[in-house]
């Protein structure tokens, strides 16, 4: 069966550690994203990729970084520089990330961050 | 440059029918709809693009009118399976590409 899988599907973690949420797909999609979602909000997107070796910052990047090394992967660290980490966080991917319909965005089950 | 949808939330009976409203203050190129289960990940239902085009699936339907900058989703005749919270995502350039920007959602309570 294709799709995205995130793990872990809950982590705590105390203040001052860096953490990293996994992220994998097996759509053979070319764009993956990193959403944090917050209670009763919408979703932000924090960081995207296109392609491999390549990823842009998205609204809310500061203090989360990523790494593009396989096309299937794509995982999210939340440092410590994160001052509020507690959050939904969804990993999505689509075949590409222009228009003409091609955007369909696929997610994973989410990972719940909890900052103890 | 997030998109608005209302209203925030609605309240209906099993078989009734709804309107969610998502708009834009700038120019739309293509409108997306999801639907979110509580502590689930967002499905996809459809995608509309430039054109002024309908579409739907099931007793789900959405239109889009570019001139108003606006897309509405209707659910008709509503089961109970409904139920979840609505986001519509417009898409706007970015960089050399385009980005979905995604509105605050709008919570669907169905009762039997």
């Known amino acids: 069966d294709g799709g995205i899988t995130q793990s872990p599907k809950y982590l705590f973690r105390k203040e001052g550690q860096n953490v990293t949420l996994s992220c994998e797909q097996n759509?053979?999609?070319?764009?993956m994203y990193w959403y944090r979602q917050d209670p009763g909000q919408g979703l932000r997107l924090i960081y995207y990729?296109?392609?491999?070796?390549?990823?842009q910052k998205g609204d809310i990047a500061e203090g989360y970084s990523v790494s593009r090394e396989k096309k299937e992967s794509f995982p999210l660290t939340v440092t410590s520089a994160q001052k509020n980490p507690t959050a939904f966080y969804l990993c999505?991917?689509?075949?590409?990330?222009?228009?003409?319909?091609?955007?369909?965005?696929?997610f994973g089950p989410g990972t719940r961050l909890t900052v103890l | 440059q997030q998109p608005v949808q209302s209203p925030q939330a609605v309240i209906l009976r099993e078989g009734e029918d709804a309107v969610i409203n998502c708009s834009s203050s700038?120019?739309?190129?293509?409108v997306h709809w999801y639907r979110q289960k509580h502590g689930e990940a967002p499905v996809f239902l459809m995608i509309?693009?430039?054109g002024g085009e309908q579409k739907g699936h099931d007793k789900i339907s959405a239109s889009f009118n570019e001139k108003k900058q606006q897309s509405s989703l209707y659910l008709t005749a509503s089961q109970l399976s409904y139920s979840g919270t609505y986001f519509c995502?417009?898409?706007?350039?970015?960089?050399?590409?385009?980005?979905?920007?995604w509105g605050a959602g709008t919570k669907l309570i169905i009762k039997p």
């Open positions: 700038k120019a739309l190129y293509s």
């Open positions: 509309l693009l430039k």
């Open positions: 995502g417009t898409e706007v350039p970015m960089d050399s590409n385009y980005q979905l920007i």
């Open positions: 759509l053979n999609h070319d764009a």
């Open positions: 990729s296109q392609i491999v070796n390549d990823f």
């Open positions: 999505a991917s689509s075949i590409g990330s222009g228009l003409a319909g091609a955007n369909e965005q696929f």
